[in-house]
Structures are given as C-alpha cells and as structure tokens.
C-alpha cells in the first residue's frame, strides 16, 4: 500500500494525475467474492492495463447495503466503519458494481451524519471511490487501444439503476465496448427500467419482482442479442435467472469479463463445460 | 376511506393475476413517459424551472403560517370565508354544514384527491345529497363504486369496453342499440348526461392545485373544462384544499405550472387553468355567490421539521408513478390507499401510521426512476428508506428479516468468520450447482426460485483465489 499521506491529495476526488501508478483497492462486493470471482480478475486485468496497481484489501466484505436498504442503521454503520478502515491507504476504492460504488460514495456520509469524525473519513473515501468502467473512462482516461479483447456477436446492455442515478455511468461502457472487436450493440430499448432485483426486494416481494424481470427478459430477448451485458452482478443474477429459468438462449455476463476478453467462458448460470444443449431446456431441480 | 395497504402482497398478487388491468397498465407505461420525455426535451430550461420550483416550496414551507394566515386574510377581503380543518372529520363536517346552509339538493364536483383522502362522497351521500363527479375518469369510477387508481388519471385500469358496459348499465335513457365503441361516443354521452347535472347543482366542489397567498385565489388545472361549469354554475363554490397548497404569489404559481403539466400529461399546459378569487362580484356576468375554502391539515403540519418534510413540495403531478416500475406492474389500487406509487410510498405511512402502510416504503427497489423524474425535485426513495429505519427501530419489521439482517450483519463485521463461513457454503453450492451452473430449487431461496433460477457459485472465492495467487493486500 501506499503512504496514507498519498490518499489526501485526492480527498477531493481529483483524478489522478501524476506519473506514479496509483494504488487501487479492488472492492471485490460480496457477490463477485462469492458468486463469480472470475469478474474480479477482470477488474484486476483492466486495472492494470490502465497503469494502476491494484490491492484486494483482507478486511473487506460487504458494503452494507442490504442492512442499510433494511432499515438498519447500526449494522450498516459497522460494516461502513469496516470498509473505510481497510480502504484508508489507497488511492482510489475500485468496485465492479455501480451499486456499491454507489453505497459507499453516496451514502456512507449520510450514515454519519451525527459522527462529524466519522463523516469526514466517510466522506473522505467517498469521494475516492468509482464504479469500475467509470473509473477507468472518466479517472483515468483509458486509451481504446488498452482494451485488447474479442467478443464476436451482438450484446445488448442494461443500464443498472444505481450506477444509472447515483453515478451518471450511460455512455462509458458503451465506449470501451466500441473497443472490443467482433461486438456489435444492440441497445435495450428499456436499458433504463429496473429488472425487479432491488437487493432484498426481489425475495421480499416476489411476485412483482418476477412481473419486472419477466417484462425485462422478454425485451432482451426481443433484441436478438447474442449476449446481456451490465455492471452489476445482482440485476446480473436476476435476469440470468429469469433468462434460464424461460430457456432463452441469451447469455449473460458482467461488462467487465467482456472488456478484459474473459469472457470465454460459461456465462452467468450457465455449467463449466459442454451444456449449450442443455441451455436450451429450463433446467429440471438440482435439489 | 378504508385501506387495504397491510394486504399489499395480495393486492398486488390480484393486480398481477387481472389481464384489464395489465392490459391497461401497459399503454400507461408507455404514454406518459414518451409525452413528459418530450415536453422536457422542447424546454432547455426544464431542470432550471424545477430548481426554482423546489425553492419557491421550500421558502413557503419554511413560513407556512404566515402564507396561510396572508391568504385567508385575502380571502376574506374579497368576500370568501377560510374554513381551517385539523383532520377529516372537521372537513366532512365543514362541506356538509356548508352544503345544509344552502338547503342543497345536488353537488357537483370537479376532482380532487382530498375528497378521496377524507371520504367525502359517502359522507355528503349519507347526509343525503346527491353526489355527482364530473371529471370523466371520476364519473366513470363514481358508477363503477371504486376509488381513483391514479392521482391524475383515476380510471386509467379501466379499458373502454368497460366504460361502454358501465354506462349502458346506468345510462338507461338512451336507446339500447346505441353505438359505444368510439371514445368520442362514450365522452359525448358523459358530456351529455352531466350537463344537466351541472344546471341543477347547488353547492360544486372543486379541489385546488395552488393557493395564491398575495390574492386569496385558488387555482385549478384540468383538461375537460368540468371544473370551471362545477364551479362558476351553482351558487356555492367550496374549494377543500390542503396546507401545503399555498405559494407565496401568482409569478410562484405561474412558475410551478410550467413543470406540472408537462411532469404530469406532457402537455405545455392544462387545457384550463382556471384562477377564482371570492364570489361574483355586482358587476360580474357569473360566478358563485358564495366561496368557501376548506384548509386540512390531516396529519401535514406533523411532517413540517421532520425527514418528511420535504414530501410536502409535493404537486400532485403523478410522474413518480408514471415512471415506477412497481406501479406500472401492480397499478394503483394494489396500494390500497389514497395517494398509490412513489408519492403513496411516503404519503400513506405519514398520513395513516408505519404501521398501516409500512408495505409501501419497502415495495420498492431504490431505482431511483421517480426521484429522477419529480419535477419538485423531492426525494422519494430517501424518504422510504427513512421509513424502513423507523420500522426497523420500532421493531415493526418481520421477526425472520430481522433474524437475518442480525446474522449477517454479526458475520460480515467479522471478517475472518465471515471468510470461513463463505468458503464452506460456496465451496458446497458450487459442487452441487457445477453440472448445470444454477439451481431451479433452493432451500430458503423460495422467493427467488420460484419465478427464475438461481446461478451456482463458482465454488471458491475470490478472496481465496487471490491469496493462492499470492495477490497483493
């Protein structure tokens, strides 16, 4: 890591402008950790082919948000207090997820509002830390020609809520998308409408989540794409799920295994090898 | 009027189970999205108006009681009177004193979603006047014995085939063999019908989409004409209005005028805006002889310094609904109160209690789509998620979300624990889950299973990945 002194010349956000690679903590989200590590990697090719270097601080888990969506403030302070201790010596907080990009630079200084310790290193962090393809677009301005990847069919793109609303990400994917070769963009006529995930919502209140994913997949489908492409593996999850579970041949992946040409292996929900047949079919219980 | 919010999940199950309804809900989602699109679009200086907008409420809220004592003062002046109701019965009780003053048979009335708040037609209905609703979509749910399902489009789950079936049904008069398959022959027949209505109303009751402090004037905005015959024929006008309808000057309301309509219809403005200060006076050609205006509180004045404060710039223009992906999924009625969508979301729990309408505030997946669209810049998921932590603090929210929240929240503060547990449960789902890459079944994940399938875990985490490759920490 860095000298903690090095992160007060960006407390104000500032891009990075000196020659040094700076020092990136990779906020992997609970769900990458768990779920699909491999978007992980990607975010750490990608980070390094920007010129940055990039730390996986230990004391990270979750950013809090399904406690602070909850209502429950004390918990969401913890973990919040958690993610600022382990993220203080960086540079900048990377997390492929608007979501939790979003969690953190919008919302953990609200969370100590009263605490005006707190707020100023909440804040702090806050203002240092990006959603990944955000990051490497508007920070650190990454060349096209950095991104050295092939992806041949057309992908389709959803715009997930949080990075949409909270951190204005619309046009960055859709640039570092141009750069991959074989791609061809077919936008979603919805991209901006929600897929029903919404973190606890989706289990919550079922039925209207199933109304919205299942409206969601059939505009994707309707798209013809090859592939569903968006920043955040939850609304990821959700629409794969529903893609699957309808048989639609669609697959599905994280932008950033797309931009990092990893994106050669099964999609999200799909088997480690050899199942396209079976993709076909709505899958019969595992359980 | 009673409410139905702690059936929420069943409401919208029914919501979701009506073809009318989806059918209905589905040229909504569409229309008034593309018209407000547009009509933003044609206005470069749409966002600066809604800015203004926002401060000029603010300021108002700000010195509420002196705007509203300026305006009853204005209002006297010209010859009306100021009727101040600290809940709903006040007002019922106000409207039907008003109405008994003048020996009232028949009452007309414009629309107005404070009638629906305080249960006004069955109150008048049992004091036995005759209750008429003259805006068409509320004429149209007034036969059909329903509430509104949208603030500014109240039959809006109403196809048109329905509305043919339900006025051959009360429409007796007219000859059976009638054509009524055209909206133009359904809205000359209502037009017909409630013409007669509006020459023998008595007393017409209109709502108020500003109070003007400077002049004492209430302002309506509609696209039928109704409310102006409802309240320029009889011989008393009552406008019911609430306390945060009031703005300083005529330029404050003329400036929120321009983002209400286009937030609302997409229109550049209201087909009638119509400003009605005091009864006619000796040398005016029409008007009422007497103007009263209803003030209700009802539970306002308590959001007045609190984290709901801000709900109160409120304009009643529907975009937050238009634009929500659970209204335009289970409707309004599913709501099962007044005020349905984003706006119902902060409004039913502050107006009948969390623990009422404690559904509405978690109904939502923070997409943020209505707080993006408010044209008073209020906002609304802020405000839910306010709600959420009052239940949680209240100890209102379910014993086996709390359980879980308490669990995770105790092994994500552990890290160590934390990547044990992790590393155990994907290292056993992402063997059972390798064949196939995802569960069609899950214990505990019924919720999630039932509707879509659940992708498998790769089997190990990144954490562990990323400590046997020797990854910098």
Redesign the interface.
């Given at each position: 890591m860095t000298d903690p002194s090095s992160s007060f010349s960006h407390a104000d956000g500032a891009p990075d402008t000196s020659d040094a690679a700076p020092t990136v903590g990779l906020f992997v989200t609970c769900l990458v950790d768990l779920f699909r590590p491999r978007i992980g990697f990607a975010a750490v090719k990608l980070l390094e082919a920007a010129g940055c270097r990039v730390v996986a601080p230990r004391a990270q888990t979750c950013c809090g948000q399904p406690a602070y969506n909850s209502g429950d403030n004390g918990h969401s302070r913890r973990i919040a207090a958690q993610v600022i201790d382990a993220f203080e010596g960086v540079d900048y907080l990377v997390a492929p997820s608007g979501s939790c990009a979003g969690m953190i630079r919008a919302h953990y200084p609200e969370l100590f509002e009263d605490d005006p310790a707190m707020h100023l290193r909440a804040s702090a962090l806050a203002s240092r830390s990006y959603e990944l393809v955000s990051f490497l677009t508007d920070v650190r301005d990454m060349p096209l020609a950095a991104i050295e990847a092939r992806f041949d069919g057309a992908v389709t793109y959803h715009d997930s809520c949080s990075g949409l609303r909270e951190l204005e990400i619309k046009q960055q994917p859709r640039r570092l998308l141009s750069a991959v070769e074989g791609v061809r963009l077919s936008e979603l006529p919805s991209a901006e409408i929600c897929c029903g995930f919404g973190g606890a919502f989706c289990v919550k209140y079922p039925d209207v989540s199933n109304k919205m994913v299942e409206e969601k997949a059939a505009d994707i489908v309707a798209t013809g794409a090859d592939a569903l492409l968006a920043g955040d593996l939850g609304c990821l999850m959700n629409m794969a799920g529903k893609l699957k579970r309808q048989g639609a041949p669609t697959r599905v992946y994280h932008v950033a295994e797309v931009l990092a040409g990893m994106a050669d292996g099964p999609g999200i929900g799909e088997a480690d090898i050899g199942e396209a047949e079976e993709d076909a079919a709505p899958a019969p219980a595992d359980t | 009027m009673q409410t139905t919010t702690p059936q929420f999940?069943e409401n919208?199950?029914t919501a979701?189970a009506n073809p009318q309804l989806q059918q209905a809900l589905t040229k909504m989602k569409v229309g008034f999205v593309e018209r407000r699109a547009q009509a933003r679009a044609a206005l470069p200086e749409f966002d600066a108006l809604r800015d203004q907008a926002r401060d000029i409420k603010n300021h108002t809220l700000e010195h509420l009681d002196l705007y509203l004592e300026r305006f009853e003062e204005k209002v006297t002046a010209a010859g009306g009177h100021v009727h101040w109701a600290r809940n709903a019965e006040e007002a019922r009780r106000q409207v039907i004193e008003i109405c008994r003053g003048v020996e009232a048979k028949s009452v007309t009335k414009g629309k107005s979603m404070i009638s629906e708040e305080i249960a006004l037609n069955g109150a008048l209905e049992e004091a036995g006047f005759e209750v008429v609703e003259t805006d068409l979509g509320e004429y149209i749910i007034q036969l059909r014995k329903e509430h509104p399902s949208h603030i500014i489009a109240p039959a809006i789950h109403v196809l048109k085939e329905q509305v043919a079936e339900d006025f051959r049904a009360h429409h007796i008069q007219f000859d059976k063999a009638r054509p009524l398959t055209e909206p133009r022959q359904l809205i000359a027949e209502a037009r017909q019908v409630l013409r007669q209505k509006y020459l023998d109303s008595d007393v017409g009751i209109t709502g108020a989409n500003f109070l003007i402090a400077e002049t004492g004037t209430s302002v309506i905005v509609t696209n039928e004409g109704n409310g102006d015959l409802t309240q320029t024929l009889p011989k008393v006008h009552v406008v019911i209005a609430s306390l945060e309808k009031v703005v300083p000057t005529l330029d404050d309301a003329s400036a929120i005028l321009r983002v209400l309509a286009r937030s609302a219809t997409g229109q550049e403005f209201s087909a009638y805006t119509t400003f009605s200060t005091g009864p006619r006076r000796p040398d005016d050609p029409d008007g009422p002889e007497q103007y009263h205006v209803i003030l209700l509180d009802n539970g306002r004045s308590g959001m007045l310094g609190t984290e709901y404060q801000d709900m109160l710039r409120c304009i009643r223009c529907g975009a937050c609904m238009n634009h929500c992906?659970?209204y335009g999924?289970?409707g309004g009625h599913a709501y099962g109160w007044v005020y349905p969508g984003p706006m119902g979301a902060v409004l039913t729990p502050s107006f009948i209690g969390v623990d009422q309408g404690g559904h509405l505030p978690?109904?939502?997946?923070?997409?943020?789509?209505c707080?993006?669209v408010c044209p008073m810049r209020i906002p609304l998921p802020k405000m839910m998620?306010h709600?959420?932590?009052?239940?949680?603090?209240e100890g209102l929210?379910p014993p086996a979300?709390r359980f879980g929240?308490?669990l995770?929240?105790f092994?994500?503060?552990k890290?160590r624990l934390?990547r044990l547990a992790?590393r155990i449960?994907?290292g056993l789902l992402g063997r059972?889950?390798?064949?196939?890459?995802?569960?069609?079944?899950?214990?505990l994940?019924e919720?999630?299973t039932?509707?879509?399938?659940?992708?498998?875990?790769?089997g190990?985490?990144?954490?562990d990945?990323?400590d046997a490759m020797g990854?910098?920490?």
């Open positions: - | 999940k919208a199950r979701l992906p659970v999924a289970v978690n109904a939502s997946t923070f997409c943020g789509r707080a993006e998620r709600y959420r932590a009052k239940e949680y603090e929210a979300m929240l308490d995770w929240g092994v994500a503060t890290p934390y992790t449960a994907m059972l889950g390798r064949k196939r890459g995802r569960f069609a079944r899950l214990p994940a919720g999630w039932r509707h879509r399938d659940f992708p498998a875990p790769e190990s985490t990144f954490q990945q990323w990854g910098a920490r």
